[in-house]
């Protein structure tokens, strides 16, 4: 682990935000929110996010290049979301996670049940204060506190996201019961002892280190409170000497703007040397579910729940990537898209392809459950 965390700069990244994403924030048609996107700073991002990733190869990679990804972990994780996230809600809603899939489960229905399932699990009951930690544009917390009534703070370090998400909690009317704040989750700006629940939805994957940021949350639990986690973990399958392995690591970190995957040995450990006690942990990608997690990204039609759920497997199957490909080549060709833009659409669909092969050869769980919990003393 790097000896010091990225400086925090608030007022510069305001600035950025401002100058790429204008207007856009409120925008309700997300392809039009892509295409308002200041040229300039998109490139920017653009620039600054795939240095960490052009011409570099997972069979030539060393650890001083994974280090130097690490040391700069906020960074690039903003800019994976300054790029990705209109891509995200466009294709795939205002929750972006996977799920489990019941038989014959709707998409949007099989997502929600997966955060209720994580709300269930740790306790979120009425009036409670809950922290959600990477909240995104606030799906999932918008989910759980009509599920649940309990008062939560998104903590996001993406500007842009957090206006989105304000703005969708004003149009539903749970002002009352979100806030949304910036902050690194590697170094909170929270009073200890603060909420009485926190949880994260493969969010924390993006920390300079899980023990560090596991450890954050727990100083802001109360004694006695839980912490709820979907991690993103490499299984203990993965073999750093096989480089097939590898590939399919860097193509998912690159894909989804990860410094630093773990083996789920690792989480563990990460987990309890943060002080907490560890209740119950699960991956969730081993129940013997009808449909697997993966299917809406392989473009698998055969286990389509709803016809509602078309366009969004249709856009993953290799016609609709391809046809996706050519359209945004030409609008950027035309200069209607900012630059980059093609190159950041790219970049999830390897991430598609290198989730759906790290899971067919278990080597990647994007649902590793840990429940835990702070002891009262």
Known sequence: MPSALETEN???????????????????????????????AQKEAVDEYF????????????EEVREARRAEYATLTKHYYNLATDLYENG??????????????PFNQAIARHEHYLAHSIG???????????????????????FTGAHITGLNNNDYQIERATAYAQKEGLSNQLKFV??????????????????????????????GVYHEIFKTLKPGGV???????????YDATNVKHREIR?????????????????????????????????DLAKRDDPSPWYYPIA????????????????????????????????????????????KSADNLALAADMLVEGAKLDLFTPMYLMVARKPLN
């Not at 795939?92 to 489960?105: I, L, N, V």
């Not at 912490?227 to 399958?237: A, K, P, Q, R, S």
């Open 182 to 211: 910036k902050g690194d989750f590697m170094q909170m700006g929270f009073a200890e002892e603060t909420f009485d629940a926190v949880y994260a939805i493969e969010a924390t994957v993006h920390a300079q280190s899980l023990e």
């Open 10 to 40: 608030h007022v510069r990244d305001q600035e950025f935000a401002k100058a790429m994403h204008g207007k856009s924030a409120a925008e309700q048609n997300h392809f039009m929110a892509w295409m308002k996107k200041d040229k300039g």
């Open 299 to 342: 473009g698998d039609f055969k286990y389509m729940g709803s016809i509602w759920d078309f366009p969004t497997i249709a856009r993953m199957t290799k016609l609709g990537r391809g046809l996706v490909h050519k359209f945004v080549w030409g609008l950027e060709c035309l200069r209607i898209a900012p630059p980059g833009t093609n």
């Open 227 to 237: 912490f709820g986690v979907y991690e993103w973990l490499m299984t203990d399958n």
């Open 51 to 62: 240095k960490h990733w052009d011409n570099k190869a997972a069979k030539d990679e060393t």
């Open 92 to 105: 795939w809603g205002q929750s972006f996670h996977f799920c489990r899939f019941a038989y014959g489960e």
């Open 124 to 146: 979120i009951k009425q009036g409670m204060k809950v922290l959600d930690v990477g909240c995104g544009v606030g799906g999932p917390a918008r989910e759980i506190a009509k």
């Open 250 to 282: 860097l193509g998912i970190e690159q894909g989804n703007g990860i410094s630093n995957m773990v083996k789920i040995s690792e989480g563990l450990r990460a987990i309890e040397a943060a002080g907490f006690v560890l209740e119950m942990h699960e």
